[in-house]
């Protein structure tokens, strides 16, 4: 089993910064992707950024290019989202999830799931 929480959420004002953490315990993810999603009221969960477990490979949504950054800390088991220029429409509540499979974090079906940290980004 793999435990992963999310911190670091909180209020911002549009085109401010935050910085994501998604601490895993129990079975390691070392050899494992991870990535983030996030979820708006009364909208489905999305697709935010991806990182293999190397680091080598990253991948992110459209709408986050160029203002976030995934990364990853292996020693410390737990990755990162920073948020550069956050607009309104960021708001929402992030979660990380760990997958075996880089190609399959985005189709939103990963195994392991944390219970999201809210970000409200206001104008």
């Known amino acids: 089993q793999v435990q992963l929480v999310e911190s670091g959420g909180g209020l911002v004002q549009a085109g401010g910064s935050l910085r994501l953490s998604c601490a895993a315990s129990g079975r390691t993810i070392n050899l494992w992707a991870t990535g983030w999603f996030r979820q708006a009221p009364g909208k489905e969960r999305e697709f935010v950024a991806a990182?293999?477990?190397?680091?080598?490979?990253?991948d992110y949504a459209d709408s986050v290019k160029g203002r976030f950054t995934i990364s990853r800390d292996n020693a410390k088991n737990t990755m990162y989202l920073q948020m550069n220029s956050l607009k309104p429409e960021d708001t929402a509540l992030y979660y990380c999830?760990?997958?075996?499979?880089?190609?399959?974090?985005?189709?939103?079906?990963?195994?392991?799931w944390g219970q999201g940290t809210q970000v409200t980004v206001s104008s």
């Open positions: 990182i293999t477990w190397t680091s080598s490979i990253t």
């Open positions: 999830a760990a997958d075996p499979s880089f190609q399959r974090l985005r189709t939103i079906k990963a195994p392991y």
